[in-house]
């Protein structure tokens, strides 16, 4: 049974509760060195596809579907991650950090800088710096 988990473990990437176990251990310790956001603290919820959540369709998908692994959405003040595309905990870290930086910036800007494409945003230029820092949340 063991050999099966692992081995569905591999082809799967991460399972949906160690991704919940390492939220709870880690989203804390980054809140707490980042700061809260400027709507508070935001909850994380896990979800299987971008598609069924933004349409409300269990089962929806779309050709971001097997690549979106993030987001925090400023209207509902909320961290999404997409489970089936975490590989591994520094994915799941690197996703926290990334979105919680947004947390901590203004959403008005974020949309003004949206024009600038992905690479020329500087919100999200600092929000990849942010991942950089995820071997300090490491579990050891």
Same mark, same amino acid.
């Given at each position: 049974?063991?050999?099966? =988990?692992?081995?569905?473990? $591999?082809?799967?990437?991460?399972?949906?509760?160690?991704?919940?176990?390492? @939220?709870?251990?880690?989203?804390?310790?980054? @809140?707490k060195d980042l700061g809260i956001g400027k709507q508070g603290i935001p909850p994380v919820e896990?979800?299987?596809?971008?598609?069924?959540?933004?349409?409300?369709?269990?089962?929806?998908?779309?050709?971001?579907? #097997?690549?979106?692994?993030?987001?925090?959405? #400023? =209207?509902?003040? =909320? $961290?999404?991650?997409? *489970?089936?595309?975490?590989?591994?905990?520094?994915?799941?870290?690197?996703? $926290? $950090?990334?979105?919680?930086?947004?947390?901590?910036?203004?959403? %008005?800007?974020?949309?003004? *800088?949206?024009? %600038?494409? *992905?690479?020329?945003?500087?919100?999200?230029?600092?929000?990849?710096?942010?991942? =950089?820092?995820? %071997?300090?949340?490491?579990?050891?």
């Amino acid at each position: 049974m063991k050999y099966l =988990k692992d081995f569905l473990s $591999l082809n799967e990437g991460i399972s949906r509760s160690t991704i919940e176990d390492v @939220v709870a251990r880690v989203y804390p310790e980054i @809140v707490k060195d980042l700061g809260i956001g400027k709507q508070g603290i935001p909850p994380v919820e896990l979800w299987k596809d971008i598609y069924a959540r933004l349409s409300n369709i269990p089962g929806s998908q779309g050709e971001a579907s #097997s690549t979106s692994k993030a987001e925090f959405d #400023s =209207k509902e003040n =909320k $961290l999404f991650i997409y *489970y089936p595309n975490m590989v591994n905990e520094e994915d799941v870290i690197r996703s $926290l $950090l990334h979105e919680h930086t947004h947390t901590l910036q203004d959403p %008005k800007k974020h949309e003004m *800088y949206r024009v %600038k494409g *992905y690479k020329n945003n500087p919100y999200e230029i600092a929000a990849s710096k942010a991942e =950089k820092n995820w %071997k300090r949340y490491i579990k050891q």
